[in-house]
């Protein structure tokens, strides 16, 4: 069964970039058979998805926040990461990690990571 | 861009109650690529829904889901305190930016 842990630091200076990584487990994220996205959640409010991507490299972001986002994978760990530069505190919130299929009708997200907040104040 | 609307915001049962929890798209879509996910307190969201109907593993059958063109439903035949959570639904199978709808809270009186 795959799990995926989110893990990085839980405070970050405002302007700082942000930085995590998903460990992924139980499964190999060279499969190729799927997209690793980061979606995250301010207090209180909804989900928003950041971006995705696939263990060739191949990226997609949201365009609200793609100026400022970069998601990267290294295979050889099993793992992959989300920069996101000159933070601010409207960027306060649980960030996930989750799993979607390649094929567009088997796209929701499962697995999910536990989440872990992260903090922007100074 | 399609805008999922989900209603009510809040909605507050009683145990053994039906919960009927909808899910709206701004424009009809071809494909029943929906998706529920329950959201309980401190928790990450978990699969509870895909292709608008079909309950993910573990799943009780007290949830399900059903809907398509612009109207999608989850229903929940009896409510229990466990259910306390808030579910969002996720229409997927078009190119990303994904978007979830803004979420239903389900309390249990």
């Known amino acids: 069964q795959v799990q995926l842990q989110e893990s990085g630091p839980g405070l970050v200076k405002p302007s700082q970039t942000l930085s995590l990584t998903c460990t992924v487990s139980g499964g190999s994220i060279s499969s190729g058979s799927y997209y690793w996205s980061w979606i995250r959640q301010p207090a209180g409010k909804g989900l928003e998805w950041i971006g995705r991507i696939h263990s060739s490299g191949s990226t997609n972001y949201n365009p609200s926040l793609k100026s400022r986002v970069t998601i990267s994978v290294d295979t050889s760990k099993n793992q992959f990461s989300l920069k996101l530069s000159s933070v601010t505190a409207a960027d306060t919130a649980v960030y996930y990690c989750?799993?979607?299929?390649?094929?567009?009708?088997?796209?929701?997200?499962?697995?999910w990571g536990q989440g872990t907040l992260v903090t922007v104040s100074s | 861009e399609i805008v999922w609307t989900q209603s009510p915001g809040t909605l507050s049962l009683s145990p053994g109650d039906r919960a009927t929890l909808s899910c709206r798209a701004s424009q009809s879509v071809s494909s029943s690529y929906l998706a529920w996910y329950q959201q309980k307190p401190g928790q990450a969201p978990r699969l509870l829904i895909s292709g608008a109907s079909t309950r993910a593993t573990g799943i009780s059958d007290r949830f399900s889901g059903g809907g398509s063109g612009t109207d999608f439903t989850l229903t929940i035949s009896e409510v229990e305190p466990e259910d306390i959570a808030v579910y969002y639904c996720q229409h997927y199978g078009s190119s990303p930016p994904y978007t979830f709808g803004q979420g239903t809270k389900l309390e249990i009186k």
């Open positions: 989750a799993r979607t299929d390649v094929m567009p009708d088997l796209a929701w997200f499962d697995p």
